[in-house]
């Protein structure tokens, strides 16, 4: 079955950085690959997502990218802000299933 | 309002109690499934539904059940509760399984169940 790395665990930026997190996935055959951010307490929300036929997507401060000859992707937050703070999960799903599996999650700080 | 409910919100039983947790979502939709979340396992899949009396399991299906004979409802089901199942529960609903019907997942608000 699929597996999804998720790195690093944790991350710590100064206000108005930027934070990079990657997720290496295993199964080629993966097609789409959400991202979700969940907040301390509350439901997971899709923040942004990418089809395998893209190798970049943005939205305003948001991006991400994917490479799949090398089978990662990565989320990119720009100028960040105390409210990015949050756990951040990825997911690859597809190859002819309906599994979802998602990565172990980072939990990202945003020092003001 | 579009939303997808969990009953209950927190539950502490003891081992070998059965109990259900209901899921019901009003957005007509046909893909559902459970997640379990637990702390540096991110959330893992437990079963999930393409429609109406179509279930499959997810990577955790150990000690659980599901039924869906509503469109509507996706109750996740402990036979026989223990303590490895203490966690965070989510249900999640979308539009349906094909590729684009999963590109947004709708989450409830969670069941926090502690079994003693």
């Known amino acids: 079955g699929e597996n999804v790395e998720q790195h690093p665990s944790t991350l710590s930026v100064q206000e108005g950085d930027s934070a990079v997190i990657k997720c290496t996935y295993s199964?080629?055959?993966?097609?789409?690959f959400p991202w979700y951010k969940q907040e301390l307490g509350k439901r997971p929300q899709l923040i942004i997502d990418?089809?395998?036929?893209?190798g970049e997507k943005k939205d305003q401060r948001i991006a991400v990218t994917l490479n799949k000859t090398a089978k990662h992707f990565s989320l990119h937050i720009t100028e960040t802000q105390p409210e990015d703070s949050a756990v951040y999960f990825c997911?690859?799903?597809?190859?002819?299933?309906?599994?979802?599996?998602f990565g172990t999650g980072t939990k990202l700080q945003v020092i003001p | 309002e579009a939303q997808v409910t969990q009953n209950p919100r927190y539950l502490i039983t003891v081992t070998g109690k059965k109990l259900t947790v209901t899921c019901s979502q009003n957005?007509?939709?046909?893909?559902m499934s459970w997640y379990r979340q637990d702390p540096g396992l991110g959330l893992r899949q437990i079963y999930y539904?393409?429609?109406?009396?179509?279930?499959d399991k997810g990577d955790v299906p150990e000690g659980y059940k599901v039924s869906r004979k509503e469109k509507r409802n996706f109750p996740l089901i402990l036979e026989s509760p223990s303590p490895n199942q203490t966690s965070l529960y989510f249900c999640?609903?979308?539009?349906?399984?094909?590729?684009?019907?999963?590109?947004?997942?709708?989450f409830g608000p969670g069941t926090r169940l502690l079994v003693l």
């Open positions: 199964d080629s055959a993966s097609n789409y």
């Open positions: 999640a609903s979308s539009l349906s399984g094909g590729l684009a019907g999963l590109e947004t997942q709708y």
């Open positions: 539904s393409m429609n109406v009396e179509v279930t």
């Open positions: 997911a690859a799903i597809g190859g002819g299933y309906q599994k979802v599996t």
């Open positions: 990418i089809r395998s036929n893209v």
């Open positions: 957005m007509n939709h046909e893909y």
